[in-house]
Every structure is written in structure tokens, then in C-alpha cells.
């Protein structure tokens, strides 16, 4: 299964929430980050020999994937906006 793949498995469990259960957008964006960053340290956590030597890396490491997925997600919304 493709990164792609799952991750729409996560979004249209978000928007199950958001459409069905009628559940606050900024609630379930907050829960969704939440879920991010803990299963994140959980994986940090797996791979270090040491954590308490490697999270500022990890900290670097996670915020800088997060930012180039952000930023890549809201230049499609940008260019969604221009075609309507």
C-alpha cells in the first residue's frame, strides 16, 4: 500500500467525523496531529538507540517532513482556488 494510500485511509475517517458525526473540523485536525506526533515519538523512540540523545534530531527531522507536507498540501489548495 502506498504512503498516498494510507493517508487517504486517515482522511476519510476525518471526514466521517466531520460529515456523519458532525464533529468540529478543528477538533479533528487537533486529534489527527495528535495521533501524528505520537505515533511519530513512537517511531522515534523504535529507532534510537537513545532518545534523550536523538530527539532534538528527531524534533528537526519530523517538523522539517511536516512543513514539506504542509506546504506542498496548501499549494494544491492555492491552485484549487484559482481554477474555481
Not at 60 to 81: C, P, R, T, V
Amino acid at each position: 500500500m502506498e504512503i498516498f494510500d494510507m493517508a487517504d485511509e486517515f482522511i476519510a475517517v476525518a471526514n466521517r467525523l466531520l460529515e456523519e458525526e458532525q464533529k468540529d473540523l478543528g477538533q479533528i485536525s487537533a486529534a489527527i496531529r495528535y495521533a501524528a506526533a505520537r505515533f511519530s515519538a513512537h517511531e522515534a523512540a523504535c529507532r534510537s538507540g537513545d532518545l534523550s540523545v536523538d530527539k532534538e534530531k528527531a524534533l528537526g527531522w519530523y517538523s522539517e517532513q511536516f512543513n514539506k507536507m504542509l506546504d506542498e498540501n496548501l499549494d494544491q489548495h492555492i491552485e484549487m482556488a484559482k481554477q474555481r
